[in-house]
């Protein structure tokens, strides 16, 4: 158990929809970072939040968004849903003096259909 | 385009040999990699990391050797078991100089024969 929770793990879904996935990091990690896993582009990075702060972005799409809670916990927004959304959307987190080992969660499982 | 790759997709070893994953990169700024096993219905799991000031680092039954003239990275398993069966990642900083946030590979799935 790598200490990150990600819920729900699973969420089925329908076009144009819009879903919120929720992560709580390992407990002192301040840095959550968003990967998006699908079978043709494998682990891609969408974005990292720093102590509630935006600290970096990747390939993310204008219809995605995150936030990141004093509390630490993070949540990624899809909207406008599409079938090629549909992937493994996966949190990590960092501590502040090992940013760069990521943990991660188990995921969610998102079916757009 | 990617810059971090794995030259096999796929590799059968037989239980008790020893697996070699290899990785290629092509960013020289790279100064930090890692490698993270995934099992099926799994987040990625932390095995090892190297700094690129260094070029070998061993850890329990797994040595990372790290070749920066020709930018490639490997994953050594020694006496491979069942439960190494899973998707190999190597991931790399692009950024260096303590930046955050990795670029993975694709990945190279791990079959142990019995």
């Known amino acids: 158990d790598s200490g990150v929770t990600q819920t729900p793990k699973h969420l089925i879904t329908a076009t144009g929809q819009r879903v919120t996935l929720r992560c709580s990091p390992r407990?002192?990690?301040?840095?959550v970072y968003w990967y998006q896993q699908s079978l043709d582009q494998g682990l891609q990075f969408l974005i990292q939040y720093y102590n509630g702060e935006e600290r970096a972005k990747g390939n993310i799409l204008e219809r995605f968004s995150a936030q990141q809670f004093p509390d630490l916990h993070s949540e990624l927004n899809l909207s406008s849903l599409e079938l090629g959304d549909s992937a493994l959307y996966f949190c990590a987190s960092s501590r502040q003096g090992d940013r760069e080992k990521l943990f991660f969660g188990s995921g969610t499982q998102l079916s757009v259909l | 385009g990617e810059s971090v790759g794995l030259h096999l997709p796929t590799l059968s070893v037989q239980e008790g040999d020893n697996s070699i994953i290899n990785c290629a990169y092509s960013n020289s700024a790279s100064d930090y990699f890692i490698w993270y096993k995934q099992e099926s219905g799994k987040g990625p799991q932390f095995i090892i990391d190297?700094?690129?000031n260094m070029d070998k680092r061993q850890g329990q039954r797994v040595t990372v050797l790290l070749n920066k003239t020709v930018k490639h990275l490997s994953l050594q398993i020694a006496a491979t078991q069942p439960g190494d069966s899973a998707v190999y990642f190597c991931?790399?900083?692009?950024w260096g100089g303590g930046a955050d946030g990795l670029t993975f590979g694709k990945g190279t799935h791990l079959i142990i024969q019995p």
């Open positions: 991931a790399e900083n692009p």
């Open positions: 407990s002192g990690d301040l840095s």
């Open positions: 190297i700094r690129s």
